[in-house]
């Protein structure tokens, strides 16, 4: 039996909806040359009817552990790979049929050691994780931070790509959770390898089901920068403290309106315009005036949940 060219490495955690969405995605690909690997993170709730369900159209290992985060579970994942390349995607992620197509086609015409994809919503999503997958990957957001953009790209594990070799030579996943997939961008990048965007090798991207597990995932996505750059001095941008600055400028108005009245209406006044500025965005993108409204909170929660988060890590 040949070996695959792609590994899909998968870990989860009480996920069995997520990961039915998944492999039925994978199902549906141009190119079947790859292997899925599924590693189970001490889950109370299992996928292994799941795994059962999808085990005869697709090509798939599946394994149990107990729990110790994503990082070390992907690291596991990838000691069981077969393929010549580990892909790592998210278990509320779905691929578009084009995927390993767009891939392929990519790695033909200019070879890559490592290589990740943007993330959007999708019109089968909810409105709100519709509205929540836009403020993540929108340029006026933070999805800006995230590097949509060859030069400063950091690929994402939620849609990531390594050779065997970078594994070889770089290791897989120091962080446990919390920025371990872009302390392993950063890694990779110092030890020299070509890490490339691929636009069309995009997913679909889920997300939280509430504003209440978005702001604890953003929340993490904040405390996780601070980690980085205390690993890797020079990691802090100053665009990484916008949403610090987003939630400061925030507290400040109602201060501001009793002490200088005059700065706190232009402080209003700009939050304003850059929220409807988002939205606007938003309807031109998803063409939904309900989404476009829910990206106002989204935004919200996404920005105070990042900021919190930064700055209480920094601080702590």
């Known amino acids: ?9 998968v870990p989860l955690f009480n996920r069995p909806q997520e990961l039915t969405e998944l492999l039925e995605s994978l199902t549906r690909q141009t190119i079947q040359d790859f292997e899925v690997v599924i590693i189970e993170d001490g889950s109370s709730v299992t996928s292994e009817s799941v795994f059962e369900k999808f085990s ?3 090509s798939i290992q599946y394994f149990f552990k107990p729990n110790s985060g994503p990082g070390p579970s992907r690291n596991f994942g ?5 393929g010549k390349y580990f892909v790592m995607v ?16 990519f790695l033909k015409n200019e070879m890559a050691d490592a290589w990740g994809g943007p993330d ?26 995230r590097g949509g953009r060859q030069r400063a790209f950091q690929p994402r594990s939620f849609n990531m790509g390594i050779s ?9 996943f120091q962080f446990d959770r919390f920025a371990e997939d872009i302390e392993l961008s ?23 089901t509430s504003l209440t597990q978005f702001f604890n995932q953003v929340s993490n996505f904040g405390k996780g920068r601070i980690l980085v750059g205390r690993k890797h001095p020079g990691e802090v941008r100053p665009a990484h403290w916008f949403p610090s600055f987003f939630l400061i400028g925030l507290i400040s108005i109602p201060i501001c309106s009793y002490f200088i009245p005059a700065t706190a209406i232009v402080m209003l006044v700009s939050y304003i315009i850059y929220l409807l500025l988002v939205a606007a965005d938003c309807l031109r993108v998803t063409k939904s005036f309900y989404v476009a409204l829910l990206s106002i909170p989204s935004l919200f929660v996404q920005m105070i949940g990042y900021g919190s988060g930064f700055l209480k890590e920094l601080l702590g």
């Open 186 to 208: 950063i890694r990779i990048k110092k030890a020299g390898f070509k890490t490339l965007l691929i636009p069309d090798a995009f997913v679909y991207h889920k997300r939280r």
């Open 164 to 172: 065997r070799d970078v594994y070889k030579k770089v290791g897989g």
């Open 90 to 105: 998210d278990s509320d992620c779905i691929l578009p049929p084009h995927y390993f197509e767009a891939v392929d086609r």
């Open 1 to 9: 039996m040949s070996l695959p060219t792609y590994s899909v490495i």
């Open 120 to 145: 959007r919503g999708m019109k089968d999503f909810t409105p709100l994780q519709q509205a929540m997958a836009f403020t993540m990957s929108a340029t006026l957001t933070t999805g800006g931070i």
């Open 56 to 58: 005869k159209d697709l």
């Open 78 to 82: 990838f000691e069981k790979a077969r």
